[in-house]
């Protein structure tokens, strides 16, 4: 049961937020995070790894096609391989190699994944235009409580979202701990990193990178292909209009869902110069060096 304090801390938020292990976590996953540890995963699951906004779905399609050999979409939405959110049984039904994405720190993952080596993707953005992202997502993102009432997922303004974005009180936690824990982990296990910057600037080397990293390595231009395939508006339209919607959430009306933008250095348009000068400064004393954007 959260004090009144830590209420307060999350009462923008249509959902429920509790703590788990330390992190805070939407409610209706807390139960899942419980038995995560124990997981079985299969030795050629592959995880995508990244904190919300980060460029997720791109990525996952991408290394779907990669896995296919071919740039042919997937049937569903990103959301049907989502290790914290689906069950068990979800989960099981999918076919190998699957490509199964996470926002989840290192610590909280099975530890099958360890013992069995599985191939691990680390994508990551700059954390002003993922709490931008963010922002815009939780603002036109429609949710449904128990009693089918339906609002957006945050009521609050971008200074509130971003001082709780800061304070990592939001699902997730705190992103520069997040970046921290998966440097650590890096440290120690092959882990393909990859950026987001650098997927807009040369889609086809990262593809390469992320193919190789695989071990499924593909012809030249089966890269070429799969960054075309995967480029912001055919992507975009591939989702909303030819895939199976079953997994997709509702967004408000008029809005631009999860592919919103797709662009670097959006967060020009939201941050004021006060508010990323404290932003960078606690970037800074969470991972100790400079904001390196
Ligand atoms: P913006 O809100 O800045 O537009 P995630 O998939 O992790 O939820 O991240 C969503 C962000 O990635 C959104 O950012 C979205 O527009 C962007 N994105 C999705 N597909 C993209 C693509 N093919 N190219 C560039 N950005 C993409």
């Not at 030795?43 to 096609?65: R, V, Y």
């Not at 953005?125 to 993922?130: A, E, H, T």
């Not at 390595?217 to 070429?224: M, N």
């Amino acid at each position: 049961m959260a004090s009144p304090a830590e209420t307060r801390k999350f009462e923008q938020f249509a959902y429920e937020i509790t703590d788990v292990d330390g992190v805070p976590h939407m409610a209706l996953i807390a139960e899942k995070l419980k038995t995560m540890k124990h997981r079985q995963l299969r030795q050629d699951d592959i995880l995508l790894c990244t904190f919300p906004k980060s460029g997720t779905h791109w990525a996952w399609e991408i290394l779907n096609m990669i896995v296919a050999g071919k740039a042919e979409y997937t049937k569903h939405w990103q959301n049907s391989a989502w290790l914290e959110y689906r069950t068990e049984e979800e989960l099981e039904a999918l076919t190998s190699p699957r490509v199964l994405h996470t926002h989840l720190l290192p610590r909280q993952l099975p530890e099958s994944v360890w013992k069995l080596g599985c191939k691990i993707v680390f994508v990551q953005r700059n954390p002003k235009d993922c709490a931008v992202s963010c922002f815009s997502q939780v603002i036109s993102q429609v949710w449904k409580d128990e009693e089918g009432m339906e609002t957006v997922c945050f009521t609050g303004s971008w200074d509130d979202y971003l001082s709780c974005y800061q304070d990592g009180y939001i699902p997730y936690g705190l992103i520069f701990d997040y970046i921290r824990d998966w440097w650590k982990t890096a440290e120690q296990y092959n882990i393909c990193q990859v950026h987001y910057k650098d997927m807009k600037q040369d889609c086809v080397n990262e593809i390469r990178r992320m193919a190789e990293y695989l071990d499924r390595p593909l012809p030249e231009k089966t890269y070429v292909e799969i960054a075309e395939a995967c480029s912001f508006s055919n992507l975009k339209h591939a989702n909303e209009k030819l895939k199976d919607q079953t997994y997709h959430f509702q967004w408000e009306p008029g809005t631009s869902g999860y592919f919103r933008k797709g662009k670097t250095g959006d967060w020009k348009n939201f941050f004021t110069v006060a508010q990323s000068e404290k932003f960078e400064k606690i970037y800074e004393a969470r991972l100790n060096e400079p904001f390196p954007y």
